[in-house]
């Protein structure tokens, strides 16, 4: 079967190097917040081109935290794309404040900055833009606005370790930025982790003290804050695989161009990377009116597909009575396909797909 991702078979590809980094920590006896992160965070902010990166749990508690980091509590608001991992607002409800989604650009799934700016009021605090699929979001309209209305800017980067925007890397082009380490993603652990990027000394340290329980020195609390630590096991894993992050991330845009190719139908609609973006293709999602049929039809052909995301965030249970209208959003969702794509397929699977689809 062709998988929409395959994690095992990228852990199996550098066993070897596995095994020996997680003996490492085994024998050392060292298991929270040791050398192994320290390194991670030195070796993840070069790679993202920022001064900071802080480890935490997991992608959502990121984004938490570092909303926490710029003061954002009760009775504020942070504007979001609704198609999204619904992780995204619960990162920012998790703070007590609230969500308010925002529409996308079509052509891209990311936030459209012209539907940012009617829906700031006094209470709005942040924008944050998702780098949905791999493909960052289009950031300077978004710094712009940011700007003229003095808010802050954080990158959910959750889904585009190594991806670029106009030559710069995301998770550099904002106040801060949140990435997710979950096993599916580019730059996946073993597990659960996060972290955040930032330039600004004083939030990297805040977070730093909010991710250990708010403690600036041992005992000594001096934030309200959660316990989220990327544990040395999981910044391990990550040290050995960010050595092969950017041939992965090559090995995806191999695949997507191969898909881009031969993948010609009236039918599908394929993805549309913009010229100021160098997508890392997390996922390779197309448009079908006729999604569902086409979805069954390459079960029934063994090939495995996927909705990213088949309810968006403002049409979930805990949102929906906001009443919030994103018309290219509802589109969208009952279009989108999620195909096979991750560094180990091979040619002749991603033939396979393309034959099965045309």
């Not at 050398?35 to 900071?52: I, P």
């Not at 010609?264 to 993805?271: N, V």
């Not at 403002?314 to 919030?324: D, E, F, V």
Request: charged share 25%.
């Amino acid at each position: 079967m062709q998988l929409v991702s395959d994690p095992k078979a990228q852990n199996k590809s550098i066993k070897k190097e596995l095994l020996e980094c997680i003996e490492r920590v085994v024998d050392s006896g060292w298991y929270i917040l040791g050398s192994e992160v320290e390194q991670f965070e030195k070796e993840f902010a070069h790679y993202c081109e920022t001064k900071y990166a802080i480890g935490v749990g997991n992608g959502t508690d990121a984004i938490t935290l570092a909303l926490l980091a710029f003061g954002v509590g009760y009775g504020d608001e942070v504007i979001c794309p609704s198609l999204t991992a619904t992780f995204t607002a619960l990162g920012i409800s998790a703070t007590g404040a609230t969500p308010i989604f925002a529409d996308i650009d079509e052509s891209t799934y990311t936030i459209n900055p012209d539907d940012i700016e009617h829906r700031i009021t006094k209470k709005t605090k942040v924008i944050i833009p998702v780098h949905l699929y791999g493909h960052p979001a289009n950031m300077d309209p978004i710094l712009k606005i940011a700007k003229k209305y003095k808010l802050v800017v954080i990158e959910d980067a959750c889904q585009a370790h190594g991806a670029r925007y106009k030559n710069k890397r995301v998770g550099s082009l904002g106040d801060a930025a949140c990435f997710s380490f979950y096993p599916t993603k580019n730059l996946g652990a073993l597990g659960d982790g996060g972290a955040v990027t930032t330039d600004n000394h004083t939030i990297a340290d805040k977070i730093k003290f909010l991710r250990n329980g708010g403690q600036e020195n041992r005992y000594e609390h001096v934030l309200l804050g959660r316990n989220s630590r990327l544990d040395e096991l999981q910044a391990a894993v990550l040290l050995t695989k960010l050595k092969h992050l950017d041939r992965w991330n090559t090995q995806r845009e191999k695949i997507a161009k191969h898909y881009q190719k031969d993948l010609e139908s009236r039918d599908i609609t394929l993805p549309n990377p913009q010229p100021w973006a160098q997508p890392v293709w997390h996922l390779f999602v197309i448009k079908a009116k006729t999604r569902d049929s086409l979805m069954q039809h390459l079960k029934t052909c063994n090939i495995q597909t996927q909705i990213h995301y088949p309810i968006s965030a403002h049409m979930q249970p805990i949102y929906i009575k906001r009443n919030a209208h994103l018309p290219i959003t509802e589109k969208v969702v009952k279009e989108i396909l999620s195909l096979p794509i991750y560094p180990e397929l091979t040619t002749s699977q991603i033939d396979t797909i393309i034959a099965t689809l045309l």
